[in-house]
Structures are given as C-alpha cells and as structure tokens.
C-alpha cells in the first residue's frame, strides 16, 4: 500500500512524533545554528527532537556499543574544534564499536564515527572530511529541516523504544542508520552539507584533494560486498554523488593544495582500532570488502604486517579457485614483515591440510602450539588436527 506524501507526514506527526520533532511538514520554518551564540533548541519540536538526542546518546553510555578511550576522542573533537571553532564545545564526537562504514550526526550536536569508518581512511584530511560533513547536518539543522528525515524520525520511534526501555542497544547496529547516517538526509542537504563543509576544510588548511576518497572507500566496499538494498541510508547513488560533488568543488578551486594531510597523526591514533575493526569485519564474513581494502593498489593503507594476515585469512575463507595461492603469498608476506603470532600458524595449518600437505599443515600446527597461551580455547581443535595427521601418517605405511 503506497501512501502520498502528505499522508504519511500526518501519520507520521499524528502518530509516531506527536506534535515534537519540528520536521518540514510539522512545523514552522527552522533556522540554521547562529555561530558566537548559545547553541540551543529554538521551538518545542526541535526541543523534543534535542531530549530524545540526549537520551540516546545516555541509552549509548550504557551499552557496550562505545570505544571508550579518552585520548582518540580528545583527537577527534581537537578536529572539530579546528573545523569549527565558533561552536566549539557544541559539538561531541565519539567512536561506535561497529565495523560497517558509517558515521552519523544527532540533532544535539553528537556525533557518532564507526570504527569501520576509521579502518577504511587513511589520514587526517579524510577524517576531518567526514567531521566537517556531519558537522554541517547539525550546524544547519538538517534533521529537523529536512522532511526525508521523517523517515529516520519513524525509525527513531523503533529505536528509542528499544533502547530507552532499558532493553540496551541491539546487537545488530542497523537501527542506527535510522537516525542521522552518512547520506541519509535529501540530495539538497548533503550538497550543503559537502559545500559548506569543503569551505571549513579548507579554511582549517586540510588537503580537500583527501576528500573524495573517504565516499570512494565506501563505494568500493559496497561493490565488493554486491550490496543491492541501502546501506544504512548510505545508498550507492549518493555516494556516488558525494565524490562528484567533491570533484567538482576540486576543479572549481583555483587556489593551492593546502598542506594537512596528517597521516601519521591518525595512525598514531587509530592503528589499534583499525585492525580490531578489520578482525571484526572478518568474523562477520565480509571477506570480498576486506580484499577490495587490503589489496587495493592505489592505497596506502598502513596496517602494516597484520593486514598481510588479514588479507590472507579472507582469502583463506573466502575460498575462491585461486584463493589457496593468494592466501599463501599474503601469509609468506606477513610473516617475511616480521608477524610471528598464533593464529596465522593456525591459519596456514588450516589451509595446507584443506590442500592435502600434510608435513607443511603439522610443522604450522606445532608453531601455533608453542606460541599458543595453554588457555587458548583453539588449543584443542588443532591438537585434534595434529591427532588426524597422525592417524593419516600411520595409515598410510600401514
């Protein structure tokens, strides 16, 4: 059943976000937040909208959904700052524990970056390039501006019933693309949000030639995956708008590169993460966006001996024709960089007992063994394995 436009706005204020969220269609004209004043709800829909934000970011707290590390939020609101000094301290950035790419801004000024996000970029620049974009959404009030935000407002109203009952944050992090995601809002919005946040970049002196990239890491992962439905709110067409956008505004700037592209400064900040973020995005199977990552040519991507093993465990378990060699190459490659850790023993035992070499599966079996903690529950599935080879070895003579 299909619904006008008009109806499901009345349906939607009626019912779902009774007379609050001060949405196009529900309310009255919005203004934009005033730089060098006190940043503040300005009508009772927006003052709903901002309370349910904070009970939120509280229903956050306490779950275990958080990277709680007071250093790479410090970092991250370091940024903002410098993006948008006359709301400093308006706005709050902290890191979500889910490995999808995404990022959200809430309408109190909250903001909320994946560590799936952070594992993809690669520098400064591409980071404050997100910061300035989200920034944006809040500065302009994009989600109680925005009638496709009503959508996301219905959303809300699942979530929050979730969340606030004390139920905690669900397992599955979707629900939260119903909020604020990466393209969520109207094409108009996120042009705004891209050219006024371009503006901030380059003002704060970042190298805006950084800036498409950040959509590019997203479009590569969601062709890799063969993701068909929308990706949060983050659906491939508006990705792809993003780059165009920010190509654009590329071409069209006539002054110098600027200079802060700050790579080092982010590794230095996130390399734990970023790992722990590919580790998590390999135990929920999405080997094909991990290879698309990790093999990329035209990536430096500073995940050092450990995306080696990562690459080779995709390939490993994605098993492809071909994937065994690949998968080889990556754990020859880790190990020459010096990787020296139980569970790439365990993976290329793994993989030369699935071929059939079983001398080569029982030596990396016994390196796992004398590195592995007696505590390690994988222990005993390869001492199983080592039993089978034994087994093997002794039928084979006899």
């Known amino acids: 059943m299909t619904f006008s436009n008009n109806l499901l706005t009345a349906l939607l204020c009626s019912v779902l976000i009774p007379a609050s969220v001060g949405l196009s269609g529900c309310s009255t ?52 700052d410098k993006l948008f000094p006359e709301f400093k301290g308006a706005m709050n950035a902290r890191i979500l524990k889910a490995p999808i790419l995404n990022a959200m801004a809430l309408p109190n000024g909250s903001i909320y970056i994946n ?48 969340l606030l009952a004390g139920a ?12 604020s995601s990466i393209s969520g809002y109207s094409r108009e919005a996120e042009s705004e949000a ?24 997203m479009i590569r992962e969601i062709e890799a995956e063969e993701i068909k439905q929308p990706y949060f709110f983050s659906t491939h067409p508006k990705l792809k708008d993003r780059v165009t956008n920010f190509e654009s ?9 600027h200079k802060i592209i700050g790579e080092t400064q982010y590794l230095d900040h996130f390399s734990e ?11 929920m199977g999405q080997y094909k ?44 490659s880790a190990k020459k960089a010096g ?18 070499n079983g001398d080569k599966a029982a030596n990396a079996f016994e390196s796992y063994l004398k590195l592995a903690e007696q505590s390690d529950p994988e222990r005993s599935f390869i001492q199983m394995y080592m039993e089978k080879l034994t087994k093997e070895e002794y039928e084979k003579f006899n």
């Open 115 to 162: 560590s799936g996000l952070l594992a993809v970029m690669e520098n400064e620049a591409q980071l404050a390039t997100i910061l300035a974009h989200e920034g944006e959404h809040f500065v302009q009030k994009h989600g109680p501006k925005k009638r496709e935000h009503l959508i996301q407002a219905a959303g809300w109203g699942m979530v929050g019933g979730v």
């Open 339 to 356: 990787l020296n850790i139980p569970s790439m023993y365990k993976g290329i035992g793994l993989l030369e007992y699935k071929s059939g």
């Open 29 to 80: 004209t919005i203004t934009s937040h005033t730089a060098n004043t006190l940043v503040e709800p300005a009508s009772d829909g927006e003052n709903r909208l901002w309370v349910r934000s904070v009970k939120f970011d509280e229903a956050l707290e306490k779950s275990d959904s958080l990277y709680r590390n007071t250093e790479q939020e410090a970092y991250l609101n370091s940024i903002l």
């Open 273 to 283: 993460l970023r790992i722990r973020a590919l580790k998590a995005k390999l135990e």
């Open 168 to 179: 905690g944050i669900p397992a599955d992090l979707a629900t939260l693309g119903a909020i």
């Open 249 to 257: 505004l590329n071409n069209n700037d006539t002054s110098a590169h």
């Open 194 to 217: 891209d050219n006024f946040g371009y503006e901030r970049l380059k003002k704060a002196g970042y190298e805006v030639q950084e800036a498409p990239k950040v959509f590019n890491h």
């Open 289 to 332: 966006a991990l290879i698309a990552l990790l093999s990329a040519e035209n990536t430096s991507n500073g995940y050092g001996n450990m995306g080696d093993f990562i690459l080779a465990e995709s390939y490993r378990l994605r098993d492809d024709e071909g994937d065994s060699k690949l998968a080889r190459d990556a754990f020859s």
